[in-house]
């Protein structure tokens, strides 16, 4: 079966880094990619990794590591605004996407 | 700026109902999408649709239809509502080509409850 694994909730402190990791294993890849919802709000994209290597933008930065079904979320000077939910989904072989569970990100003053 | 509106953002409904959930998406995209999103869960695909009139199933078709009349509107219809249908419903849309990077766009979601 197609599984996407990252963690359910996660919390950090304003200003700091944290790093949200995400393990998939799908029915072949066309790229990954990261979504932000906050509450209530519609998901927006945040990034798409489809090659190997980190991908940076502004404060967010997406790494993939294709031969091992791995990529991360890198946040940087973490703001109060950033306390969302971020969902990572992998377009397999029949380019539908599968999506994670999402990670609930709690930032704290 | 892209749009997707979803008609409602709450909805109450009582069991054996049919409810009808209405999107629309001002960005000319081919590609539509109904997600339901519960607890715990990813995104569950319900139907897609590549074009008008087509639709396809996705992971979870069961006691729901939808309708694909006009490029930028796409329904999604509950024939006989069910307890168990108590969700958050995502509407996306996207383009079409496969070549270049397949972003869907969201809309804010309704929340159905029935009861």
């Known amino acids: 079966g197609q599984n996407i694994d990252q963690p359910t909730e996660m919390t950090a402190t304003e200003g700091a880094i944290v790093q949200i990791n995400c393990t998939y294993q799908?029915?072949?890849?066309?790229?990954l990619f990261w979504y932000q919802q906050h509450a209530g709000e519609a998901p927006t994209f945040l990034s798409y990794?489809?090659l190997d290597g980190l991908e940076e933008k502004g404060r967010f930065s997406s790494f993939l590591s294709r031969s091992k079904g791995y990529s991360y979320l890198l946040l940087k000077e973490l703001q109060m605004k950033d306390s969302a939910s971020y969902l990572c989904a992998v377009l397999d072989s029949n380019y539908q996407l599968i999506w994670g569970a999402g990670t609930k990100l709690i930032i704290k003053p | 700026d892209v749009k997707v509106t979803q008609s409602s953002r709450y909805l109450v409904k009582r069991t054996g109902e049919k409810v009808f959930l209405e999107c629309v998406q001002d960005m000319d995209h081919e590609n539509m999408f109904w997600y339901r999103q519960d607890p715990g869960l990813g995104l569950r695909l319900i139907y897609f649709s590549y074009d008008v009139k087509m639709k396809e199933k996705g992971d979870i078709p069961e006691g729901y239809s939808v309708s694909r009349e006009k490029k930028e509107r796409f329904s999604l219809i509950l024939e006989s509502a069910s307890t168990n249908q108590t969700s958050m419903y995502l509407c996306?849309?996207?383009?079409?080509?496969?070549?270049?990077?397949?972003?869907?766009?969201f809309g804010a979601g309704t929340r159905l409850s029935v009861l």
């Open positions: 799908t029915s072949g890849f066309n790229g």
């Open positions: 990794n489809v």
């Open positions: 996306a849309s996207s383009n079409r080509d496969r070549e270049f990077v397949n972003i869907q766009y």
